[in-house]
C-alpha cells in the first residue's frame, strides 16, 4: 500500500509554546488529508478534513484557531497545536487519500506530551 | 451525521477457533465504504478489509471476512483460525461524504 509519513513520533513541549506536526504522502498524491486525535484506548475522533488548496473543514467543538491545519500541496499537510496546554496531551494520527480512492493511508501517529 | 457503534469492547478467542467482531452504523446515504482497521501496540492502523455498499457479495481476505447487512446496517467482521498477531484494537470505519468516521473499537484477546 502508499506510505503516510508522520513527523514526529513524539514530542514533548512547554505549556504556552506551539507544535507542528508534519503529514507526508511519500508515493502518491494526497489530494484529502484526516487529522485525528486518540485518546488513552479510546477511538479516533476526526478532528479536521483537509483538501489540497483548501481550507480545512473542521468537526463541531474542534477549535480552529487552537488547531491549525494546512494542506499547502499534494504531498504534505501540517497541524499545529497552537499555545498548548496540558489537556492537549494526545495521540494524534493522520491518514491521507488521492483523488477517488476509497481507501485512506494512516501516518504512523504523534505523541503529544504538554508539560 | 454517520455514526458508527461497536458494541463489543473486548472480546477474546482461543487460538485456531473462529471470532466475530460486531459493527453496526447509521447513515442517509446509498453510496459509501466501509472498512475494518487493526490497531496493534505499535499504534499503526492497518487496513484489513473493505466492503463497497453496492456490492452485494461480501468481502474476503485469507482469513477475515465480512457479513454485510445493507438493510440492517451491519457490518461484522469474521476472523477464522484466529493467530496470537491478531490480537489488537479493530475499529469499524465508514467512509461517506469524503469523511472517515471510526467506530469505538474493539480490543481482540488472543489465547495461546
Known amino acids: 500500500g502508499a506510505v503516510v509519513s508522520q513527523h514526529p513520533s513524539r514530542v514533548i513541549c512547554k505549556s504556552g509554546t506551539s507544535v507542528k506536526i508534519e503529514c507526508r504522502s511519500l508515493d502518491f498524491q494526497a489530494t484529502t488529508m484526516f487529522w485525528y486525535r486518540q485518546f488513552p484506548k479510546k477511538s479516533l475522533m476526526l478532528m479536521a478534513t483537509s483538501n489540497e488548496g483548501s481550507k480545512a473543514t473542521y468537526e463541531q467543538g474542534v477549535e480552529k484557531d487552537k488547531f491549525l491545519i494546512n494542506h499547502a500541496s499534494l504531498t504534505l499537510s501540517t497541524l499545529t497545536v497552537t499555545s498548548a496546554h496540558p489537556e492537549d496531551s494526545s495521540f494524534y494520527i493522520c491518514?491521507?487519500?488521492?483523488?477517488?480512492?476509497?481507501?485512506?493511508?494512516f501516518g504512523q501517529g504523534t505523541r503529544l506530551t504538554v508539560v | 451525521a454517520q455514526t458508527v457503534t461497536q458494541s463489543q469492547p473486548e472480546m477474546s478467542v482461543q487460538e485456531a477457533e473462529t471470532v466475530t467482531l460486531s459493527c453496526t452504523y447509521d447513515?442517509?446515504?446509498?453510496?459509501?465504504?466501509l472498512f475494518w482497521y487493526k490497531q496493534p501496540p505499535s499504534r499503526q492502523m492497518i487496513l484489513v478489509i473493505r466492503?463497497?455498499?453496492?456490492?452485494?457479495q461480501n468481502a474476503t481476505e485469507n482469513r477475515f471476512s465480512v457479513n454485510f447487512q445493507k438493510a440492517a446496517k451491519s457490518f461484522s467482521l469474521k476472523i477464522s483460525d484466529s493467530q496470537l498477531g491478531d490480537a489488537a484494537m479493530y475499529f469499524c470505519?465508514?467512509?461517506?461524504?469524503?469523511?472517515?468516521?471510526f467506530g469505538t473499537g474493539t480490543r481482540l484477546t488472543i489465547i495461546p
Open positions: 491518514s491521507a487519500k488521492g483523488g477517488k480512492d476509497t481507501e485512506a493511508f
Open positions: 447513515t442517509s446515504e446509498s453510496d459509501y465504504y
Open positions: 466492503q463497497e455498499a453496492y456490492k452485494q
Open positions: 470505519a465508514y467512509f461517506g461524504n469524503e469523511k472517515l468516521t
